[in-house]
């Protein structure tokens, strides 16, 4: 059974700092890995999207990695910023179609 | 392209009502999926479903709960005889094939039972 974990819970951070965004997972035979962001209140919102065969993907100021072989995945969030500050869901999708969620991070960006 | 569509946005029910959620999928997706988020909980994956066939529903609770994906119109996630512990947040996925493509999620449907 996929497990997912996230490091840490919660993050709170100044404006402009640099982050990393950790998850963990359990079973490596996975078909992709996809960041969300969601904010109270709201749905998700996809930020990238890792294929199995990749190392890596970039959006703005967003780096997501991926290592299949431990299990890791990292998001980098460069320059952070408060309209940043929102829960982070890191999922995997496994064989048939179901994605695994971790419990997310909470960010919190202070100007 | 209006994304996932998903309503009602909030919906309240009394104990022992019926809940019917929909969902729309994106133009062009033909798989749709339910996650639920309980409170203070992450999201766990309920049922993958096609049009007119249901794929995967080793999520669902196994009484009250029931989804479809008709020939024509939204999916319907349907709960029978609501108890406090189903309030959560449902969301609603839909992709246009399977397993190498992303989810897009729609804005969910919090449901209340009073």
């Known amino acids: 059974k996929q497990e997912v974990t996230q490091i840490p819970a919660a993050l709170s951070v100044p404006e402009g700092e640099n982050l990393v965004l950790n998850c963990s997972f359990t079973?490596?035979?996975?078909?992709?890995l996809q960041w969300f962001r969601q904010d109270p209140g709201k749905g998700l919102t996809s930020l990238l999207l890792?294929?199995?065969?990749?190392r890596e993907q970039t959006s703005g100021r967003l780096n997501a990695s991926l290592d299949k072989s431990s299990g890791r995945s990292t998001l980098y969030i460069a320059a952070s910023q408060p309209g940043d500050s929102a829960t982070y869901l890191c999922?995997?999708?496994?064989?048939?179609?179901?994605?695994?969620f971790g419990e997310g991070t909470q960010l919190t960006v202070n100007p | 392209n209006a994304g996932v569509m998903q309503n009602p946005r909030h919906l309240v029910r009394r104990r022992g009502q019926e809940a019917r959620l929909r969902c729309s999928p994106m133009?062009?997706?033909?798989?749709v999926y339910w996650y639920r988020q309980l409170p203070e909980e992450g999201l766990k994956f309920m049922v993958y479903?096609?049009?007119?066939?249901?794929?995967?529903e080793s999520g669902m609770p196994k009484e009250r709960f029931s989804a479809e994906f008709p020939k024509e119109g939204p999916s319907i996630l349907r709960i029978q005889q609501v108890v406090r512990g189903d309030s959560a947040a449902y969301f609603c996925?839909?992709?246009?094939?399977?397993?190498?493509?992303?989810?897009?999620f729609g804005s969910g449907t919090r449901l209340t039972v009073v």
């Open positions: 479903l096609q049009k007119e066939n249901i794929i995967d």
């Open positions: 996925a839909s992709s246009p094939a399977t397993d190498n493509y992303g989810y897009t």
């Open positions: 999922a995997v999708g496994t064989s048939g179609s179901r994605l695994t």
């Open positions: 079973d490596s035979a996975i078909y992709n």
């Open positions: 133009k062009g997706h033909s798989h």
């Open positions: 890792i294929q199995s065969s990749q």
